[in-house]
């Protein structure tokens, strides 16, 4: 999954929620389920997720939507080899980002 957001320091959970593609119900159940999402919240209690949260949804969601983990599951998994598992993550990010440039290269040719 590549997500499309902008750079920004604080994301609001629509716009979170749009960019995974599921409901804000499910970001803020994650929120709940798992300590690593920490989103900032206004004073009228909205939340600001910042890009370390966005990278910590982007590996949740890897492990419970693309790998079919269990949450219980995929918290031992980040608890146990989450430094592992991050390293492992990112390259396969950087690699499908790599194979959409030349995908599109190749499609302009």
Do not use: C
């Not at 320091?9 to 159940?29: C, D, M, P, Q």
């Not at 146990?80 to 599109?104: C, D, P, Y």
Request: net charge positive.
């Amino acid at each position: 999954m590549h997500l499309n957001l902008p750079d920004k320091r604080y994301y609001g959970i629509g716009e979170v929620a749009e960019a995974f593609k599921v409901n804000t119900s499910l970001i803020r159940f994650w929120e709940k389920e798992f300590d690593v999402i920490q989103p900032k919240k206004n004073a009228k209690g909205n939340r600001k997720f910042t890009p370390e949260d966005i990278k910590n949804l982007e590996l949740i969601y890897h492990l419970v939507k693309e790998r079919g983990f269990t949450l219980e599951g995929a918290k031992t998994h980040l608890k146990e080899e989450k430094h592992k598992t991050l390293s492992n993550f990112e390259i396969i990010r950087k690699l499908e980002g790599v194979k959409a440039k030349l995908i599109n290269l190749k499609n302009q040719l």
